[in-house]
């Protein structure tokens, strides 16, 4: 770190780097808002280039603190954050952050702390309005994860949309494909009439290779799905950027959620019976005499 310290000094990625067309030993001007929140620029010289593959890393710079404080022209003991990290299980609730809330409000005066958000935009956009200083806030990891509770929830209308486009697609292939089946079966269903079965009777027949059929295929499909995740997460995919946020050690985890399963398979079941059933009771009204006559 002490090349860092020497005429301030920073560390870039290689995605800032490649943005920017630099290389270390290359000087860059700085356009930011210092301590006293009025625009002014510094030089800066890149005395370091470091591959980071994670979303918020990629774009994250380093600086030696000394050289910071004097860039924004802040007090020699400033510093803009303070960050706790609690063992996993062991995080505070919304009532144990509520409380630290009140604590630093009775110890700072309510003037200094700004309201507990969801949003930490909220507090940035409050420092720059109030004239109270220091001002100082209480931020929990929800609040600082808005983006990325977006691209998740972005992610998981994509997810349901493609969800609902297979089961249209696998209802209306089913379907398409038994009504073929059945125009092929006709003079099996005249032995059936000929023979004094109910349409109740011939429709179960067929209602019950179609079950057959659903079920097998869907668990073949699980299977598969099963197989081909498990060859998937054996890949290494840490040298894609920004990828990590999807990544464990570097590689994909599956998730499987019984309940999303059965949602589906629900779903596929009850619409294509729904679509192969009008199909069968169609195909059984016809007459037996022109049904055994036919040569298929």
Excluded: C, W
Excluded at 66 to 91: M, S, V, W
Excluded at 278 to 296: G, M, V, W, Y
């Amino acid at each position: 770190m002490n090349e860092v310290e020497k005429d301030n000094g920073i560390l870039i990625s290689s995605a800032i780097a490649e943005k920017l067309q630099v290389k270390v030993g290359d000087s860059l001007t700085l356009y930011l808002d210092n301590f006293q929140r009025k625009i002014d620029t510094t030089q800066v010289v890149i005395k370091g280039i470091f591959l980071d593959t994670s979303l918020f890393g990629m774009y994250s710079v380093y600086m030696d603190l000394e050289n910071l404080r004097n860039t924004i022209n802040a007090p020699k003991d400033y510093i803009n954050r303070i960050g706790l990290y609690f063992p996993k299980g062991k995080e505070p609730s919304r009532f144990e952050i509520e409380n630290i809330q009140k604590l630093l409000e009775n110890e700072f005066g309510i003037e200094h702390i700004h309201p507990l958000s969801n949003d930490k935009d909220d507090f940035y956009a409050a420092m720059y309005e109030t004239e109270a200083r220091p001002y100082y806030a209480l931020i929990p990891l929800d609040a600082n994860l808005k983006d990325l509770r977006q691209i998740i929830e972005a992610m998981k209308i994509i997810i349901y949309g493609l969800s609902a486009l297979l089961i249209i697609i696998v209802m209306i292939g089913i379907s398409s494909t038994y009504r073929v089946i059945i125009a092929k079966r006709v003079r099996e269903i005249g032995i059936y009439v000929s023979q004094g079965f109910s349409d109740r009777r011939i429709s179960l027949i067929f209602l019950s290779e179609v079950i057959f059929i659903i079920i097998t295929g869907f668990l073949a499909g699980i299977l598969s799905a099963f197989g081909i995740s498990h060859l998937v997460s054996r890949l290494d995919f840490s040298s894609i950027p920004a990828f990590d946020l999807f990544l464990s050690n570097g590689s994909l985890v599956s998730r499987y959620s019984f309940i999303h399963t059965l949602v589906i398979f629900s779903s596929v079941f009850v619409t294509t019976l729904a679509s192969v059933l009008f199909t069968i009771r169609k195909a059984i009204q016809i007459d037996p005499a022109k049904a055994l006559s036919n040569p298929e």
